[in-house]
DNA sequence: GTCTATATGGCGATAGAC
DNA sequence: GTCTATCGCCATATAGAC
């Protein structure tokens, strides 16, 4: 199944036959319509198993005592681990954003995200009062969700440094970037 | 072609047919085999009109005298209604980020989003001296990027409101995130 | 449970008339 | 330039033996 994920993963549903999971699950077509009545239900199931496995433990940092600024730091430093280690879950989850079907993402925005957004929304209104919650929770997920999404095209844009890439640097330009004041010149 | 665009936009390169984009261009499968020599042609050449019809032209906003401040946040209001008037743009690209095509992604960054980088690597250096250039310009773009990319996810979760979706608030909370200090609590 | 064999249809692409 | 007709292939899915 997991081969299953990262086929789906890489190349979309429409991308991938039933010929190619069956060989990647070394078993004949007939094979796989013994375990899934059809392509559909295969791929969802690939998609639940490969989301419900992240069950996204963030848990230990949302129940520690530490300051809110240092929980944003692990914060951003996990999730960008989590998806730096799971790319088949990074990749999945853009497709699914795309397919934009309602009822499978409210079912992963009920049974996936809402523990966790709640938790993000408290942590984003302690720190950052003055911006609405939800905007400001989104924020966070999209400076770290877009910079992994957009590194196949930063790699060709001027100023491009590898050491962009890491996740400590990444970690260190967000919550700095939120959580630190910005010298402008007017 | 602005069909075809749509259609690519939408359902992705596997999942349009030559016989889809026949009946969308009114003309029978072997007319299309007249304008294009294959799928893929078809493709590219759609994917290449609809990114440069945008010749992303905010060069009103790099050539005016107005402060850094202002000029953010012009561009990042303009930025956001170029992508949500045009949400095949937003679709197509998703779906080339997907891809990671290297050489289709190198001509994107080099034909397209080049100079405009450039010009944003400029204003971010003036208004944010302590961030890398490049780091803090990707997440200019990512903040715009993922916004409208998660909406149709957002929806459903806890706090949602259907007016953080208005271009004007989305806006002033981009851009005063990165303006402005947070008054933070530790 | 897993296989071979096959049904049925859509796919990309082409031939050749007009 | 645009068509009808058709090719060969691969898709999803099923039947039925073992």
């Not at 077509?29 to 239900?41: E, L, M, N, R, T």
């Amino acid at each position: 199944m997991s081969l299953a994920i990262s086929l789906f993963a890489k190349k979309g549903y429409n991308g991938v036959s039933i010929r190619e999971l069956a060989i990647a699950a070394n078993l004949s077509v007939a094979g796989i319509y013994h375990y899934f009545p059809d392509k559909q239900s295969l791929y969802q199931e690939a998609v639940k198993q490969c989301f419900s496995n992240k069950a996204f433990s963030f848990s230990s940092i949302w129940q520690s005592d530490a300051p809110p600024k240092d929980k944003l730091r692990l914060f951003v430093h996990s999730l960008l681990k989590v998806m730096l280690d799971d790319k088949d879950f990074h990749n999945l989850l853009q497709h699914e954003l795309l397919l934009a079907d309602e009822v499978r993402l409210k079912l992963l925005a009920d049974n996936i995200f809402r523990d966790e957004f709640n938790e993000l929304l408290k942590l984003s209104s302690q720190l950052f009062p003055q911006q609405p919650a939800y905007l400001m929770a989104i924020s966070i997920l999209s400076l770290v969700f877009s910079h992994l999404e957009l590194q196949p095209l930063g790699r060709f844009l001027p100023d491009y440094q590898t050491k962009y890439e890491t996740i400590d640097m990444l970690t260190e330009h967000i919550v700095s970037l939120l959580l630190e004041k910005s010298i402008t010149i007017d």
